[in-house]
């Protein structure tokens, strides 16, 4: 049965960081595509940033590019999102999301896929950023 739970969010003011973590079971952690996605109210799920656990291309959507670092420690089969520079549009439910399937191009194993691709999704946690 795979499990994701997520920890780390809080209140933090404009230009603050935090430290996401999606604690994964129930599956083979390094074969996997691993996503955050973040929902603000009013609006649709967006991707944030994904990688591939076996080794792949990372994504960042433009918004959190230079600001976000997705990483993973296979030994504790978790995934992390540090979030640095935060602003208050950054504020929402951040999800993370896992899913078997990897697309190949380009050379490399690629997990830029839309919500609905991902099968597996934790709770969510909640990040507000005041200004």
């Known amino acids: 049965q795979v499990q994701l739970v997520e920890s780390g969010g809080g209140s933090v003011q404009a230009g603050g960081s935090l430290r996401l973590s999606c604690a994964a079971s129930?599956?083979?952690?390094?074969?996997?595509?691993m996503g955050w996605f973040r929902q603000a109210p009013g609006k649709e799920r967006e991707g944030v940033a994904a990688?591939?656990?076996?080794?792949?291309?990372?994504y960042y959507a433009d918004s959190v590019k230079g600001r976000f670092t997705i990483s993973q420690d296979n030994t504790k089969n978790t995934l992390y999102l540090q979030m640095n520079s935060l602003k208050p549009e950054d504020t929402a439910i951040y999800y993370c999301?896992?899913?078997?399937?990897?697309?190949?191009?380009?050379?490399?194993?690629?997990?830029?896929?839309?919500?609905?691709?991902?099968?597996?999704w934790g709770q969510g946690t909640q990040v507000t950023v005041s200004s």
């Open positions: 999301a896992a899913d078997p399937t990897a697309i190949w191009y380009s050379g490399a194993w690629n997990c830029n896929k839309p919500p609905s691709d991902y099968k597996y």
């Open positions: 129930g599956y083979t952690f390094s074969r996997y595509c």
């Open positions: 990688t591939y656990t076996g080794g792949g291309r990372l």
